[in-house]
């Protein structure tokens, strides 16, 4: 069964360091979105593409925070500088992207991200 | 702003009990509902949604969910839980005319005794 595959699984870095993470969607999904996950809360999105395009990003931190799908595919997250606040699980998720109306959204088993 | 509510933070059962999850919703328009559900080490994986129609729907695993309008209400019940149902559940909606964007509440972590 295709799945979103995310890497790294987790990742330690010191503040004001540079991270990324990256995301591959399932194989024709054209919708990918990006999501923080908070200890103790749900998911939150942080950018939506459509093929190589956001969507949205009206929650994305963009000072620090920046997001790109350069050829419509797989996708790069990234946070300079990390900040202690930034600790979360970050998720990724494809659907077909094909239709206005709701689609299944696939989630990757997501980044664990530690900031200290 | 709308905003999902879940009233429970930390359900835990034995097994063959009864299972209700409550989840609210502040949106006074069309809504899409969905329930996820997190089993320990893996993806989120979507448990059943409501579009429109019947307001009971059902999904996997024995789990079902009513929509109640008036209640801005989208509960999700189990009959009789079993241990394989530890997990973290999560409400979520999509707002109409929001590009298929999901709102999620803040999860409820069931646990289910053997």
């Known amino acids: 069964e295709a799945e979103v595959a995310q890497s790294p699984r987790y990742k330690i870095t010191e503040k004001s360091q540079a991270v990324a993470f990256w995301c591959d969607p399932i194989s024709g999904h054209a919708t990918l979105y990006w999501y923080r996950q908070i200890l103790g809360q749900g998911p939150e999105l942080l950018v939506q593409f459509q093929d190589e395009s956001v969507v949205d990003d009206s929650q994305l931190p963009k000072d620090r925070f920046s997001a790109e799908r350069l050829k419509g595919v797989d996708s790069t997250l990234k946070i300079q500088p990390a900040e202690l606040g930034d600790s979360a699980m970050y998720l990724c998720?494809?659907?077909?992207?094909?239709?206005?109306?709701?689609?299944?959204?696939?989630f990757g088993p997501g980044t664990r991200l530690t900031v200290t | 702003a709308q905003s999902v509510s879940q009233h429970n933070h930390h359900v835990i059962l034995s097994e063959a009990a009864s299972l209700e999850l409550g989840c609210n919703y502040s949106y006074g328009g069309t809504v899409n509902l969905f329930w996820y559900v997190q089993y320990p080490g893996q993806h989120l994986q979507l448990l059943l949604k409501?579009?429109?129609?019947?307001?009971l729907v059902k999904g996997i695993k024995g789990f079902e969910a009513e929509f109640i309008k008036s209640k801005f209400s989208f509960n999700l019940r189990k009959p009789s839980v079993q241990w394989s149902d530890t997990a973290e559940y999560f409400c979520?909606?999509?707002?109409?005319?929001?590009?298929?964007?999901?709102?999620f509440g803040s999860g409820t972590q069931l646990t289910v005794l053997p």
């Open positions: 979520a909606v999509i707002l109409s005319g929001s590009a298929r964007q999901l709102t």
């Open positions: 409501y579009f429109s129609g019947d307001p």
């Open positions: 998720a494809s659907s077909l992207g094909l239709d206005s109306s709701y689609e299944e959204q696939y």
